[in-house]
Structure formats: structure tokens, C-alpha cells
């Protein structure tokens, strides 16, 4: 009998494109939620998923270690619209973008009734997100199995409270771990603890837990579809994202321009992991 692929090995040699020397997978949803599936099915080791846009990406040029972080992620989706067109120009077909929200609410519904055990960890933004958010998921989806919560506080937990997260998502048989703490934080926060959790996905989906608990408004499915949810959720919230959406967004354009004339070198992706250096790999599948 011929010697299985490691399904790891398989999600690493899907199509993907560099932007800024960050890989990001060509993929769309279906495809994410089917990997997540196998991935549980083999509960051979942890892996994560970062959905990110182009403040990721802008991060990325400023840390270094962010960037090889991102590298190193087994699936970097493309959430925001620009990374999508870019993919488009790379000559991937991506009718959409992997939206956190929606990447969410498709897995629980392709899955619900099948004894997936959810957790939610998130940072503490109102009252009770993450539980208001598995309360929307069981009443949308019977039969969805929520096997914990977790809100944090907004500051940096101690060496203490860590571990007490880490023994919680754990000890709780979680299939799937659903992180909430923003793009930039959930990415490092899943990268370091990445090899303490006995979990076999977790996903960083970060303002899905507003969204889909209520605590905020999601922009018009038009909006989101043409790239204009970056002005509806600016016009929500200024204080907190008119440097994420002006000043990050200024530099992605610019750092693109100066790529395109070849003027700045913004470095290949690190081919960090030995799983992205194995070769002769299937594509992964579409559903």
C-alpha cells in the first residue's frame, strides 16, 4: 500500500502568493473547512490558521519575527479584499475573501451534530463576548458543542494565569480553538503556545466575536465585498482603527509601489518549516 501523505505536508503545497514576503494560500473557505475537518479527524498535532489583511502584512515589514511567525503558520488566509486582488493578479481564482466571521459560521454549519467540541478564547472587549458568542453558535446551529469560554483581560496575563488557560483549553478536549484577541496579537499568541495545546486546529478570527455576539455591527455584504468595510468600520470606531485603516493602509500601497518599480527588496518568505520544504505533496481539495 502506497505511504499516506501527511496532511500537513498537504495544506503546505497548496497555491499561495507572496505579498511583501508573506505567503498567504490561495484558498477559500471551503477549502479551509475541509482541512480543518482532516486535521481533526487526525489529531496527529496542533495547528493554526491566521486570517489576515493588510495590517498583518504592513506588521510584518516592521517585525521581522512577525513575519517569519506569519511564515510559519500552516494557513495564512486572505481576509481583506487587496489581498484577494492580489491573489487575482497572481492568476489564483478567488471569487471571495476567507472573512473570519464567515469562516466561523461555515464550519459550524457544515459540522454541527457531528461532536466537534468548540472553545472560545477571547479578550476581554465587553461583557461575556465569547460566551454570548457560543450561546449565538448552539441556537443557530443545534447540536454545536461548545466545550469552553475563556475572556481575558486586556493586559498581559502573568506566567501563572497563562498556564491556567493553557491547562483549560486543553483539559476540555477542544477540537477546534476559536482565538479572538485582534490580528496581530492572536497570530503571536497561537505561534507561542502553539506547542503546549492539545488541540488539533486553532483559528484567530478576531472580530468575528463582536460581530457574530452582537457587541458590534457588521458592515453591508457589499461593503464587504468591494473593500469598503475598512470605512464602515472606521466610521464606527476612529479612535481606535485611523491608524490601522490611514496610516497602515498609506504604507501597504507604498511599499507595493516601491516592490512593483523595484526600487525595495521586501525579502522571500522564510521557508521555516520543514513542512513547507517537503515536496511532491497533493493540492489540497475543494468541496
Known amino acids: ?53 493588510m495590517n498583518g502584512i504592513v506588521e510584518a515589514q516592521h ?7 506569519l511564515n510559519e503558520t500552516d ?14 493578479r497572481h492568476g489564483h481564482v478567488l471569487p471571495q475573501r476567507v472573512y473570519g466571521p464567515d469562516l466561523l459560521l461555515a ?22 463576548v465569547p460566551e454570548r458568542l457560543a450561546e449565538t453558535l448552539k441556537n443557530r ?6 466545550a469552553g469560554t475563556y475572556s481575558r483581560p486586556l493586559q498581559r496575563l502573568n506566567l501563572e494565569q497563562e498556564e491556567e488557560v493553557i491547562s483549560a483549553i486543553s483539559s476540555a478536549a477542544t477540537d477546534v480553538l476559536w482565538v479572538g484577541l485582534g490580528e496581530l496579537r492572536q497570530v503571536r499568541w497561537m505561534h507561542k503556545h502553539k506547542h503546549q495545546l492539545n488541540v488539533p486546529v486553532m483559528v484567530g478570527v478576531g472580530a468575528a466575536f463582536d460581530m457574530l455576539s452582537g457587541r458590534k455591527r457588521q458592515a453591508p455584504r457589499w461593503m464587504r465585498e468591494h473593500g469598503f468595510e475598512w470605512l464602515f468600520r472606521l466610521l464606527q470606531e476612529p479612535r481606535r482603527l485611523w ?8 504604507q501597504f500601497l507604498v511599499y507595493l509601489f516601491l516592490e512593483s518599480l523595484r526600487l525595495k527588496k521586501f525579502g522571500q518568505g522564510e521557508e521555516t518549516s520543514k513542512q513547507r520544504r517537503a515536496a511532491g505533496s497533493l493540492p489540497l481539495g475543494r468541496n
Open 141 to 146: 446551529f443545534p447540536g454545536t458543542i461548545v
Open 1 to 53: 500500500m502506497a505511504a499516506r501523505i501527511p496532511f500537513r505536508q498537504v495544506i503546505k503545497n497548496t497555491p499561495r502568493f507572496q505579498v511583501l514576503g508573506v505567503h498567504v494560500d490561495a484558498v477559500q473557505i471551503p477549502d479551509v473547512v475541509s482541512q480543518m475537518e482532516e486535521w481533526i479527524r487526525e489529531k496527529t498535532e496542533c495547528h493554526s490558521i491566521a486570517a489576515t489583511g
Open 63 to 69: 517585525d521581522c519575527e512577525f513575519k517569519q511567525i
Open 243 to 250: 491608524r490601522r485603516y490611514l496610516i497602515c493602509g498609506t
Open 107 to 128: 464550519f459550524c454549519e457544515k459540522t454541527a451534530g457531528q461532536g466537534y467540541r468548540h472553545f472560545f478564547y477571547g479578550a476581554e472587549r465587553g461583557p461575556d
Open 75 to 88: 494557513l495564512v488566509v486572505p481576509d481583506g479584499m487587496p489581498l484577494v486582488w492580489l491573489g487575482r
